[in-house]
């Protein structure tokens, strides 16, 4: 699977947009982008993914560039509960399921009140 | 999403002792289940992969006979530190993917945090 990048932590102020960078230009044509998040003290959630199109549901939006080399997951309207890492894992499809997600340092998102 | 439970949620035990984690897929069959490991202020690191029916597929490093796997089902692993020690110390994590959907996301337990003195 391709090497990720990200930014060990960011801040955002409550009520606005997250939006965190993921760099993975390494990524095969293959390959899904993948954002989980992980709150303090419980195991990880998804959150998104896609392989080269803008997805959007109900808890974020996540923006691939055109040459799938970086994206953006977008937390539209922050609140205190969004502050967690949030980690970008970039995967072949695997139709049986049967690799396990190998998940790098991720960024720590804080939400300022 | 779908729900991946763990048992317990924290346990404390001492030295030379065992541990058993339960993960459980409540509604969905799972024939792979994978089990991870996360020390303080680090990642998550994947330590086996579970196989219903067949023998566990354990990373690099990991010790087999120490982190006994069981999957019995298609909605049970189980996971035993045997012969607990201090450094085993660390909070568990078992995911699983839904058999029904490919390329599906995989759903993760609550994590158990176990503690050994």
């Known amino acids: 699977d391709a090497k990720t990048t990200q930014p060990p932590s960011m801040d955002c102020a409550e009520g606005r947009a997250a939006n965190l960078p993921c760099n993975h230009s390494?990524?095969?044509?293959?390959?899904?982008v993948y954002w989980y998040r992980q709150i303090h003290s419980q195991g990880p959630q998804y959150i998104i993914h896609?392989?080269?199109n803008n997805e959007t549901n109900e808890m974020a939006s996540l923006i691939i560039t055109e040459d799938r080399k970086s994206s953006t997951l977008i937390l539209p309207h922050a609140t205190l509960r969004d502050t967690a890492v949030y980690y970008c894992?970039?995967?072949?499809?695997?139709?049986?399921?049967?690799?396990?997600?190998?998940f790098g340092k991720g960024t720590h998102l804080i939400i300022q009140p | 999403g779908a729900v991946v439970s763990q048992h317990p949620s924290w346990v404390i035990c001492k030295s030379g002792t065992s541990v058993k984690i339960e993960c459980r897929s409540l509604?969905?069959?799972?024939?792979?289940m994978f089990w991870y490991r996360q020390f303080p202020k680090q990642s998550l690191m994947l330590m086996a992969t579970?196989?219903?029916?067949?023998?566990?597929?354990?990373e690099q490093g990991v010790e087999k006979d120490k982190f006994l796997i069981n999957h019995a089902s298609l909605t049970l692993s189980t996971l035993t530190v045997t012969s607990a020690h201090p450094e085993d110390s660390s909070f568990y994590i078992c995911?699983?993917?839904?058999?029904?959907?490919?390329?599906?996301?995989?759903?993760f337990g609550q994590g158990t945090r176990l503690t050994v003195v």
């Open positions: 995911s699983a993917r839904d058999l029904a959907r490919l390329n599906t996301e995989a759903f």
């Open positions: 390494t990524i095969s044509g293959n390959e899904y």
């Open positions: 896609g392989l080269k």
């Open positions: 894992i970039v995967r072949r499809y695997s139709g049986g399921g049967a690799d396990g997600l190998t």
């Open positions: 509604d969905f069959q799972a024939t792979t």
């Open positions: 579970s196989n219903e029916g067949s023998k566990a597929t354990y």
